[in-house]
Nanobody
Framework: QVQLVESGGGLVQPGGSLRLSCATS????????GGWHRQAPGKQRELVAV???????NFADSVKGRFTISRDNAKNTVYLQMNSLKPEDTAVYYC???????????????WGQGTQVTVSS
């Protein structure tokens, strides 16, 4: 069974940057889409970014131009680079592995435990 472990969260000032990593177990990651969601207190979980097995990416409008998603299939890892962070980016960030993300909606199959990102001065 695929397991996902996130790292890289923390406290950062507005305008700062963080890089989240999600390490997946096993060698099947390269065949699947990787994704990042986030959930702020009192709000629903929302999709932030996905990257397909072919490297196609999609982003939520709220993070376009500030966040990038990438993957290293040799390391079975997906990354989320977050720049120009805003207080409204504060949330628990969850990585996932699933299918879809381009012509079909992204459907996560496995989730990580989440990592807290807090943007505050």
């Amino acid at each position: 069974q695929v397991q996902l472990v996130e790292s890289g969260g923390g406290l950062v000032q507005p305008g700062g940057s963080l890089r989240l990593s999600c390490a997946t177990s096993g060698s099947i990651f390269k065949f699947y889409t990787g994704g990042w969601h986030r959930q702020a207190p009192g709000k629903q979980r929302e999709l932030v970014a996905v990257i397909t097995s072919g490297g196609v990416t999609n982003f939520a409008d709220s993070v376009k131009g500030r966040f990038t998603i990438s993957r290293d299939n040799a390391k079975n890892t997906v990354y989320l680079q977050m720049n120009s962070l805003k207080p409204e980016d504060t949330a628990v960030y969850y990585c996932s592995v699933g299918v879809g993300g381009t012509s079909k909606p992204y459907t996560p199959g496995r989730w990580g435990q989440g990592t807290q990102v807090t943007v505050s001065s």
